[in-house]
C-alpha cells in the first residue's frame, strides 16, 4: 500500500501495474444521506436520444451526491466530520460534514481526513487537514486540492 493506493500483484497478466484506491479508510455501513442525493440519468452515448458513440452504455445505477465545492455560505462555522464515503460518480472519497448548527453537507475528502475531525472554512485559519483558506495564506508547498480560478466562483481544479 502506498500514497493511499493499493497495489497488486502481478499474480496475472490482467493484475500486472493494477492499483486500486485504498477504501479501507472508509466508514463502514453508512448509507448516503437521502437529503443529498439526487437521480441521475444515464446518458450512454446519446446526445438527443440518438447513439452518437457505439459500444456505451450499462453500468450499474447511479445517484448524484450534492457536493459544496464553494463551501463559503459556512464560514468561520467549524464541522465534524461524521463519515468517509465512496462517490460513484468520481474517483474521489468524499466526507459528510456537520456544521455547529446542524446542516450536512458533503465535501471532497482529503487524503488524511477522518471520522470525528474538526474542519473550518475561513478566510485564516489554522494549516490542518480538510481546513479551507484563502491560496495567498498557505504557505509555499502545501498540498492543497479544489482550487478556485476565481474567488467565489467554487472548485474548479485539482478536484478529481
Do not use: C, W
Not at 493499493?6 to 496475472?12: A, F, I, L, N, S
Not at 464553494?70 to 456544521?99: H, M
Amino acid at each position: 500500500m502506498s500514497n493511499g493506493m493499493k497495489v497488486y500483484k502481478p499474480r496475472t497478466p490482467g493484475q500486472r501495474g493494477m492499483t486500486k484506491a485504498d477504501d479501507s479508510q472508509l466508514t463502514k455501513g453508512v448509507k448516503p444521506f437521502k437529503k443529498l442525493l439526487k437521480t441521475k440519468k444515464s446518458r450512454a452515448g446519446r446526445s438527443k436520444g440518438r447513439i452518437t458513440v457505439r459500444h456505451k452504455g450499462g453500468g450499474h445505477k447511479r445517484k448524484y451526491r450534492v457536493i459544496d465545492f464553494k463551501r463559503t455560505t459556512k464560514l468561520g462555522i467549524p464541522a465534524k466530520v461524521q463519515s468517509i464515503e465512496y462517490d460513484p460518480n468520481r474517483s474521489a472519497f468524499i466526507a459528510l460534514v456537520e456544521y455547529q448548527d446542524k446542516e450536512k453537507s458533503y465535501i471532497l475528502a482529503p487524503q488524511d481526513l477522518k471520522k470525528g475531525d474538526e474542519i473550518i472554512a475561513d478566510e485564516k485559519t489554522p494549516l490542518r487537514v480538510g481546513n479551507r483558506m484563502f491560496l495567498k495564506n498557505i504557505p509555499v508547498g502545501t498540498f492543497v486540492y479544489n482550487v478556485e480560478l476565481s474567488p467565489g466562483q467554487g472548485g474548479k481544479i485539482v478536484r478529481s
